[in-house]
């Protein structure tokens, strides 16, 4: 199968049955093996932004310890401070398999660089309909409406 976007025609995967043992992107889809070391990073960086969260929590909790030591504006700033990295943290993170290309020839994929995935960032702003159309190969539900736009 092929889609049309902006003028370029990108192919689709035809079916194939997900074998449950295989690693899956936030989608749901089956990720390939040239793309596994990407997505073992993303949960690396989601190890960090739970890191962060302890870092804050503790800091939080050293200030309400010895107010005498910090100042509360300062104390609020390095909390929007971790809040702003964990943010950056995970807009960074390998979110689905390029719905554009489906990751099968990625090198000429303007949308996903030829990485063969999209960035949580622009997996939020991915078109629905092919995210949709790379859950269907594989047999999973389409996305809710809007809940491809959602953070967390
Ligand atoms: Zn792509």
């Known amino acids: 199968m092929t889609v049309t976007r902006d003028g370029k025609t990108f192919s689709q995967r035809a079916h194939k049955p997900t074998d449950p043992n295989v690693p899956t992107d936030t989608d749901g889809v089956p990720i390939k093996d040239a793309l596994k070391p990407a997505f073992t990073e993303a949960a690396e960086i989601e190890r960090w932004r739970r890191k962060l969260s302890r870092i804050d929590s503790k800091i939080k909790e050293h200030a309400e310890k010895f ?50 995935f999209l960035r949580q960032k622009l997996a939020w702003s991915a078109r629905e309909d092919l995210r949709n159309m790379n859950r269907k190969t594989h047999g999973i539900e389409p996305l809710a409406e809007g809940m491809s736009q959602h953070g967390q």
Do not use: F, M
């Not at 971790?82 to 994929?109: F, S, T």
């Open 67 to 116: 107010p005498a030591v910090y100042r509360t504006a300062v104390v609020q700033d390095i909390h929007a401070s971790i809040k702003h990295i964990q943010q950056d943290l995970l807009e960074e993170k390998p979110a689905i398999v390029c719905c554009y290309c489906g990751a099968d020839n990625p090198e000429g994929c303007t949308e996903c660089g030829g990485r063969g």
